[in-house]
């Protein structure tokens, strides 16, 4: 029962932390994303919370990205300083770190799990995270690469991006 507790914590920390994040990215359109995750994370610990007080519960994935509009493609020209930049991958890397920290907790609880129900369940929420991390680790490789990416001849070929 703690490390449920610990799982319900965790969910609700990220939720705080995205819509911290969707605030700060009002003016943007990656304010969806960071609603999306925080509202995923919200049903996260509801989820939990439920198996955790012995209560039915029904595992659906949200999509909650998939159905939205390509980000990218409804974007408007948008400006943010030089001191801006790092803050907003400082805060990619710390999510998805955050998210790495859930798919392990839920990897160890999957296999310590003893009864379908909770597998069912830490299976769908390791899926869950692992697509978060797949969606905030593009952003960051996009926000990112122009740091890396040097188009000169002499740096031989590069990955289109």
Not at 118 to 123: N, Q
């Amino acid at each position: 029962m703690e490390i449920l507790q610990y799982a319900i914590t965790m969910e609700e920390d990220g939720e705080k932390y995205y819509r911290e994040q969707a605030a700060r990215n009002a003016d943007n359109p990656l304010r969806v994303v960071f609603e999306a995750l925080a509202d995923d994370e919200a049903r996260h610990a509801s989820l939990i919370r439920s198996k955790a007080d012995g209560v039915p519960f029904q595992l659906e994935a949200a999509n909650s990205l998939s159905g939205k509009q390509n980000l990218f493609s409804i974007a408007k020209d948008f400006h943010s300083s030089v001191e801006e930049l790092p803050n907003q991958l400082e805060a990619y890397h710390a999510a998805l770190d955050k998210e790495q920290q859930s798919i392990d907790l839920y990897q160890g609880l999957l296999d310590k799990a003893e009864d379908d129900v909770s597998r069912g369940l830490f299976s769908f929420l390791v899926q869950e995270e692992k697509h978060h991390l797949e969606i905030l680790d593009e952003l960051f490789q996009h926000l990112n690469r122009p740091n890396n990416w040097v188009e000169s001849a002499e740096f031989g070929v590069r990955e289109e991006y």
